[in-house]
């Protein structure tokens, strides 16, 4: 009898989500270092407004003129914060695919995985709101000369959608270590 879960389709499923991961890591840091180094050289284009982070945009601000390097690194810095707790929910998600390719659906692995997948996302919307709170406050001091500023903090629905999906990658990974001890009462009796 064939297991589903060693279907072909099953198979390419994982391994399609499991190179995507890595396109989604290399895109995230990219578009990181790509978003201020291009705020650095300053500009007035529809296309230097772009880059400004969104929490900054949201806030009434506007992309600064140039930016020197140390205030680059710091705005790289600051983008750091999300891009860990990215960083941490693909390398989970690396290692579930790792688990599902193998075969090893109701592994420790995989189980481990959902929950660090949980923690990720969770720490993923905190991290955002922290994020956005500090760009709009090293933005906004920056065009005011240095002399004052404003902190935005935002809470919204991306933020709310990746705490909910955090909770449920977490609740995922105690089914899935109740589907491991079935499988090993099972394995046990035969």
């Given at each position: ?56 945009q949201l806030a009434g601000l506007k ?128």
């Amino acid at each position: 009898m064939t297991n589903d879960l060693q279907s072909p389709a099953f198979q390419r499923l994982s391994r399609l989500l499991n190179g995507l991961t890595w396109a989604c890591g290399l895109l995230g840091v990219g578009f990181s270092v790509a978003r201020w180094v291009g705020l650095g050289r300053g500009g007035e284009s529809a296309w230097h407004s772009l880059l400004l982070p969104l929490q900054a945009q949201l806030a009434g601000l506007k992309p600064p003129p140039s930016l020197s390097w140390p205030w680059q690194l710091a705005g790289l810095g600051l983008e750091c914060l999300p891009l860990a707790a990215l960083a941490l929910s693909l390398l989970s998600l690396r290692s579930i695919c790792a688990a599902f390719i193998a075969g090893e659906v109701f592994s420790g692995q995989a189980v481990r995985g959902f929950k660090r997948l949980g923690q990720g996302l969770m720490a993923m919307a905190l991290l955002s709101v922290l994020y956005g709170a500090g760009v709009t406050a090293l933005l906004s001091w920056l065009a005011s000369g240095q002399h004052g500023g404003l902190v935005a903090v935002s809470l919204g629905s991306f933020e709310i959608s990746l705490l909910i999906l955090g909770l449920l990658m977490r609740l995922l990974s105690q089914v899935m270590a109740e589907g491991q001890r079935l499988k090993a009462e099972t394995e046990a009796f035969v």
